[in-house]
Every structure is written in C-alpha cells, then in structure tokens.
C-alpha cells in the first residue's frame, strides 16, 4: 500500500526530485571519487521478509533511495532535496512503526536494540535534513554526496544486516503448522 503510495507521490513530484543536468557543473576530483563509491543497490527476491505490506515498503524504500543516489551529483539547490527529504521522512514514520509491530508480534529477539537504531535513523535524518534545508549552490554537491553515503549505509547495514535478521520470526509466525 506504501509502496504504491509512494510511486504515486513521486511521479507527482518527479519535476523537482529528478533535477536536470547541471552542464556548466564540474565536480571536484574527491565528489567524483565519493560519487563513485555510491552504488546502485538493485532489489532481490530473497530481501523478503513477509511476502506483503513489509516487503512493499521495502521495494518503495530501494526505489527511493537508488533514485536519490543515481541524481547525486545533480542536485543544485536545497529545493531539490527537500521534497526526496520530505517522502523519507514520511516514510520512515510509517515504515518503522509497522516493522516494530510485526516484531512484537513475532517475538523477535532484538526489538529493543533495533527500535534504538530506528531511533538513531531518524535522528540522522532530521540532521540531514537541516542541513540540506541550509544548502547553499557551493556547498549542496557535498550535502547531496553525505546524503547519498548516509542512504546507502541504510540499505546495506540497517537493511541488509538489521531487517533480514527479522526474517526467521516472521516465516514462524506465518508458519500455518505452528498455529
Ligand atoms: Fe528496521
Ligand atoms: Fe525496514
């Protein structure tokens, strides 16, 4: 249901998410070097966790996040950040009130460290998103590029180490033998 949601609140703001190219911008030697080491993270199969409402909102969060990182050297101004700022924030409210749901529901072992790293996401986020509020044309490369880094730690740290981890719980709980 996000997942969708979210498609449709991008491709509405698809204008200002997705800048045009700067042509006169010329990154520096270290924005090109870190620039490279920002990857694209395609989704897989295996990243489910739920088959259902935690899975979507997962791909929706992919989704947002690779199109932020491919445009990262793109961004000219705090007025194209915001509104990718904006749909992170949004999501994530939703995003981790449902996820720490399902824990509770399934007994997951590690609720409590993984709702403090939630914690911690979020209060990265709004940093980040002082910061990029404040961005100014000599220094929105660096703020995009931090941003970019930050975003790509999420998927293969919190998601890929954190959120699989919730996975044998859920397929328990979803076990119909077990009931
Ligand atoms: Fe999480
Ligand atoms: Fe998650």
Redesign the pocket.
């Known amino acids: 249901m996000l997942g969708v949601l979210y498609n449709m609140k991008l491709t509405r703001s698809n204008k200002n998410f997705v800048p045009d190219a700067n042509k006169a911008f010329k990154p520096t030697a270290m924005q090109l070097s870190l620039s490279k080491s920002i990857k694209q993270i395609p989704w897989r199969n295996d990243y489910r966790i739920d088959n259902g409402p935690l899975d979507n909102e997962h791909f929706a969060l992919f989704g947002l996040i690779n199109r932020f990182n491919i445009n990262v050297l793109r961004f000219t101004s705090a007025a194209q950040i915001m509104p990718f700022m904006a749909s992170l924030k949004e999501y994530t409210e939703e995003h ?1 009130e449902l ?1 720490e749901e399902l824990q509770r529901k399934s007994g997951y072992a590690f609720y409590d460290d ?1 709702k403090m ?2 914690a911690l996401l979020i209060n990265e986020l709004n940093i980040l998103t002082k910061k990029a509020k404040n961005a100014k044309k000599d220094n929105v490369t660096d703020i995009a590029l931090e941003i970019g880094l930050w975003l790509q730690d999420w998927l293969e740290t ?2 890929l180490e ?2 699989l981890s919730m996975k044998p719980y859920i397929n328990r709980m979803q076990d119909p033998s077990r009931k």
Request: net charge negative.
């Open positions: 981790f996820e993984h790293k939630h919190h998601f954190d959120d």
